[in-house]
Structure formats: C-alpha cells, structure tokens
C-alpha cells in the first residue's frame, strides 16, 4: 500500500507565477506558519525571492517548521529556444538552491525542478483555457518537448536534481492529448510528470474526464501528485461565458478539495494499489487576497483525513 506525504504549497496562498497580479500578498513567515499549523508537513519553494534565496536561510526557514522542501515550480517559454536560454538559468539557479538546502536539511526527499511552460502569456490559449478547440500542433509541442529535456538534463548535470513536468491550462500543453503527445517526445530518463488533478481535468474541457486512467497511463512517468479540485459549475460557466483563465481563478474554478468534480475517494482507492509513495502537493490556486488560505487550507487537510490520508 502507498505511504503519502502531504505537503502545501505558497499557490494556496495567492503567491502565482504571473506577472502584475494586484492584491496583498501573504508573506512566506505567515504562509508557512499556517502550512504547518493545518496539518502539512512539506511545501514547494514559490516564486524565486518568495522564500529566502540564500540556503542557509532558507534551511533554518524550514528547519525551524520540520518542514520538507518538495520542489520549485519554474516557468519555461517552450514556444521559444532562445527564450528559454533566460530559463535555464533560472532552472540552474533554482536547483542550487533546492539542493544546497535540501544537503543541510538531510532531507532524504530530494525536490524537484517542476517545469511548466509560460502559462498565461499566450493571450489564445489564456482566453481559451479549459475549452481548447484547436490543440498546439505535433511540431510544436515536439519542439517544447526538447527544450524541456534540455533544461531537465541541466538541470540534472548541474545539480543532480531531477526535474518533472506540470501541465497546466492557459499554457501550450494542457489537454490530455497534448500531454500525450509532449511526453511520447521529451526523455523520460530526466524529465517526468507532475500530474495535477484540476488542471488535466479542467484543461480535458470534461467535468467527467477518468482521471484514474490518466494515472494509470501515466504512472512510470509521475513523480509528484497535485491534489486541486475543479468546480463543476465554474467549469460550465467559464466555457458558456467564454471567461479567460484569469476571470475563471477569480470565479474560484479551483475549489476545496471536494467541492468539485474531481473524484478523489476513487484517486486515493487507486493510489494505495500501487508502488506510488511519494508527496502529494494540495494546491488551491487563489489569486492574492482572494478567501481564507488558512481556513481552506484546514478544510482541505480534513477531507484528505476523511479518505484515509
């Protein structure tokens, strides 16, 4: 049977990847304060500058909390290679840190590089998330399958992380056949998968999508597990009013854990059959100042303890 870990992350918090979002943002001392009174015992990094950025800091940081650093999510531009030179370095920089702390932590968890590629930028698939008509092209997404392998085999040369790939909406690999394709043409030897519950079942354009086949599909290639939900309604709504990605987070698509569409008894039943005994990441995407981080993050603990975990 799997033995799970469950970690938070800074996203359930209001700390995003994207640029210019306005609302107060919870401070890494608070979050982390709250991560662990919830009940969670890992976190992913944030935004680089989000955590201290120096190891020793960000060790004590950590250490002070009994806290197991789980990854970095890092942006990659996969539509672009020269673009994505500015990203290696980013990745490189990341993972020094990553496992410089991890070292002086002697966490046996060695983090992740998770790369995804720049969502919210490309203004068609960010208008069109969670209903995508026209997929990226094979050539395309051949392309961004390269170019994350490698920045994954950089990343592992220069710091011996591993690294895994987020798919995600509002982003150039976001439907299953699109992940499908993107994984059949990047290195499995470097590269694996972060497999997110929301987002593929968002980005499938389904509320009925079998998320338990994905993982079976998918399973040699996971190497970490975001538990988000999806709210139904929200879902019906953004692809009926044609909201944007943005306008869909504010709406709250990314709902507590079992509010949604996401069928997570059946996800854990499948889980505890196989070999899987890694983290779990919860994440509830929440733009800055949107809800109660702490509140939902304790709702969210209880309902994964009502199955089990």
């Known amino acids: 049977m799997a033995h799970l870990r469950i970690a938070n992350a800074p996203c ?3 700390t995003l990847e994207f640029a210019d979002l306005s609302g107060t943002r919870i401070e890494h ?18 935004d680089w500058g989000f955590m201290p950025t120096h190891p020793s800091l960000l060790a004590e940081t950590l250490r002070q909390r009994h806290l197991t650093l789980i990854g970095a999510f890092v942006p990659v ?6 673009s994505a030179q500015h990203a290696l370095a980013q990745a490189e920089r990341t993972a020094d840190l990553l496992a410089t702390t991890a070292t002086l932590l002697g966490q046996h968890h060695r983090p992740l590089i998770i790369l995804a590629d720049e969502n919210g930028t490309n203004p068609h698939r960010t208008l069109h998330a969670g209903r995508i008509q026209t997929p990226s092209d094979p050539s395309t997404l051949m392309r961004a399958a390269a170019v994350a392998s490698h920045v994954a085999h950089q990343v592992a040369r220069s710091s011996g992380l591993q690294s895994a790939f987020h798919h995600h909406c509002a982003g150039i690999i976001e439907t299953p056949d699109e992940i499908a394709t993107f994984l059949a043409h990047s290195d499995a030897s470097v590269l694996g998968l972060v ?13 009925d999508t079998d998320l338990v086949a994905a993982l079976r599909t998918y399973a040699d290639r996971i190497r970490l597990l975001h538990f988000k939900d999806c709210s139904a309604t929200i879902a019906d709504q953004t692809r009926t009013h044609h909201l944007d990605y943005f306008a869909a987070l504010q709406a709250g698509i990314f709902c507590e854990l079992g509010a949604g569409a996401v069928p997570f008894a059946d996800i854990v039943r499948y889980l505890q059959t196989t070999a899987y005994d890694g983290w779990v990441v919860v994440e509830q995407d929440v ?11 304790a709702r969210n603990r209880d309902f994964l303890r009502s199955l089990g975990l």
């Open 195 to 207: 497999f997110d519950t929301g987002h593929y079942l968002f980005g499938s354009g389904r509320n």
């Open 29 to 46: 001392q608070q979050m982390l304060d709250e991560l662990v009174a919830t009940g969670y015992t890992g976190t992913e990094l944030g």
């Open 287 to 297: 733009l800055p100042g949107m809800g109660a981080p702490r509140d939902s993050a």
């Open 77 to 82: 531009n996969l539509s672009d290679v020269q």
């Open 12 to 14: 359930s918090w209001g």
